[in-house]
């Protein structure tokens, strides 16, 4: 697992590198959807993570957002790598950003780092090992109720045209706990649960490169993930809710009333 860890690592921080020095510099911006963007540092990120990992493991599987690679579920081991997660918030020079690095192990996630190079966040997790931001150890919070719990979620980019939208969830939860806040980056989100700033997260329509390395930074961290029915969730689920235990049920009653 070291040998795993140290070449993730060296892909999420030269990744990231690349991330900060854009910040304050144009970018070249298309559209894979009306609201849903794609840069240039996306690609560049990318392809920089791309070539650290198979420099060191050549026949390991990758699974990516902007790239197209031939994924196999009967492989092994698969990398989850989303290249900038929060690309809209980069576009507008809002700092929730990060770079997701998952190694995945049977489908099952064994390695998870995501990187924040804007505000220096640094979260990783092996599994067996905790769960650590900067090289701090990390835990879910205490919160048992939701009336006391400070939540996160998002919305999906076709927001007008899905029924499950996320806006009905939304205005049903508000009302009942402290508050909500939507910074437009999953990977942090679930990262924050796990560090205890939010008590809890959900959303619709994820992709594995969304969660692949937060749902393991939050399990490590003493936190429950599950589908909105309860069951046990995949990154391959489209729905999640992540929370640190205590809010869990009374989160998913909510949810499906």
């Given at each position: 697992?070291?040998?795993?860890?140290?070449?993730?690592?060296?892909?999420?921080?030269?990744?990231?590198?690349?991330?900060?020095?854009?910040?304050?510099?144009?970018?070249?911006?298309?559209?894979?959807?009306?609201?849903?963007?794609?840069?240039?540092?996306?690609?560049?990120?990318?392809?920089?993570i791309i070539?650290?990992?198979?420099?060191?493991?050549?026949?390991?599987?990758?699974?990516?957002?902007?790239?197209?690679?031939?994924?196999?579920?009967?492989?092994?081991?698969?990398?989850?790598?989303?290249?900038?997660?929060?690309?809209?918030?980069?576009?507008?020079?809002?700092?929730?950003?990060?770079?997701?690095?998952?190694?995945?192990?049977?489908?099952?996630?064994?390695?998870?780092?995501?990187?924040?190079?804007?505000?220096?966040?640094?979260?990783?997790?092996?599994?067996?090992?905790?769960?650590?931001?900067?090289?701090?150890?990390?835990?879910?919070?205490?919160?048992?109720?939701?009336?006391?719990?400070?939540?996160?979620?998002?919305f999906?980019?076709?927001?007008?045209?899905?029924?499950?939208?996320?806006?009905?969830?939304?205005?049903?939860?508000?009302?009942?706990?402290?508050?909500?806040?939507?910074?437009?980056?999953?990977?942090?989100?679930?990262?924050?649960v796990?560090?205890?700033?939010?008590?809890?997260?959900?959303?619709?329509?994820?992709?594995?490169?969304?969660?692949?390395a937060?749902?393991?930074?939050?399990?490590?961290?003493?936190?429950?993930?599950?589908?909105?029915?309860?069951?046990?969730?995949?990154?391959?689920?489209?729905e999640?809710i992540?929370?640190n235990?205590?809010?869990?049920?009374?989160?998913?009653?909510?949810?499906?009333?």
């Amino acid at each position: 697992m070291d040998k795993f860890f140290e070449i993730a690592s060296i892909a999420a921080r030269q990744a990231g590198k690349i991330i900060k020095d854009y910040f304050h510099k144009p970018k070249v911006i298309s559209y894979k959807g009306r609201i849903d963007l794609v840069t240039n540092v996306d690609k560049k990120a990318e392809d920089i993570i791309i070539k650290i990992i198979k420099k060191s493991y050549p026949n390991h599987n990758i699974l990516t957002e902007e790239s197209e690679h031939s994924y196999n579920p009967n492989q092994e081991f698969c990398w989850v790598i989303d290249p900038l997660d929060g690309t809209t918030n980069y576009v507008h020079k809002f700092p929730f950003v990060s770079v997701s690095i998952a190694l995945q192990k049977n489908q099952e996630s064994i390695l998870g780092i995501v990187y924040n190079p804007i505000l220096e966040e640094f979260f990783y997790s092996e599994i067996g090992k905790g769960s650590f931001r900067n090289g701090n150890q990390i835990s879910v919070s205490k919160t048992s109720i939701i009336s006391n719990a400070f939540l996160s979620t998002g919305f999906p980019y076709r927001i007008n045209d899905q029924k499950r939208n996320n806006i009905s969830n939304f205005a049903k939860i508000i009302r009942r706990c402290r508050g909500i806040r939507r910074a437009g980056s999953a990977a942090i989100d679930l990262c924050y649960v796990a560090t205890g700033i939010f008590d809890g997260f959900w959303e619709l329509e994820l992709s594995p490169w969304d969660t692949a390395a937060g749902i393991l930074i939050i399990k490590q961290a003493g936190g429950t993930i599950t589908n909105f029915d309860g069951s046990k969730f995949s990154i391959f689920n489209k729905e999640i809710i992540a929370t640190n235990g205590h809010i869990h049920k009374e989160l998913l009653n909510i949810l499906n009333s």
